[in-house]
């Protein structure tokens, strides 16, 4: 539980406050359930036994002492019972409240501000999980469907572009496939001084791309393009 609550200490709560309010709570919590967070008033005066809230990913747990803090009054509700929750900030503070299905309601007032705030997200959190139950799992589950489609695609992509790179490259042998260069006639194809402009750039970006693939050598490419510069 100390572990849990790490973060909350963050939020300029009181550790003595925190530490006497969990002790009380160790035994009221059922299994299974966590501290999600914690609320404690802190009123402009001193205020010796402050009311504080506690929201576990079950309930909502009003603490309030009584009997010049010896004791403690907890009052607890269910998220399901829980129809709404609001916050609103003042000047010294911000008081927050929510309301029952049984159209009950129950207001912390001097909470800081910024608790006041993480104790709304978590409830709204809670909330929204009460109302969308396989919500988080059906999104999970459309994130992994289109990993799992946008990675097919990719293959795809890849081989289509493969195979195009393939057809490009003449059909003899690999040291005749690079005799065009020098002006040759290779498989029945024009010589390079015989081609447009057009057709030597497309042809100098298919070298380029047999390059960034690994299929001819760097010096192989360098040779090519000098030719065709000449030609262009």
Known sequence: MIDNLKKILNEDQDPKAIEKITAKLENLLMSNEEIGYIAVQKKPAVTLFPDSIVVTNKRIILCKPKNLGLSMEFIDYDWDDVAASFVKEGILGADYTFTTKSDLTHTIDYLPKNQARKLYTFAKEQLDLLKNPKSVVIEESKTAEQQFVAEEQVEEVATEEVTNFAEIMPTTNHISS????KGEVVS????????????????????????DNGLILQGEYDNYKKEILMNM
């Open 178 to 181: 690079f005799e065009e260069p």
């Open 188 to 211: 029945g194809e024009r010589k390079l001084n015989e081609l447009s402009q057009d057709e030597l750039f497309e042809k100098l970006q298919n070298y380029k791309k047999l390059l």
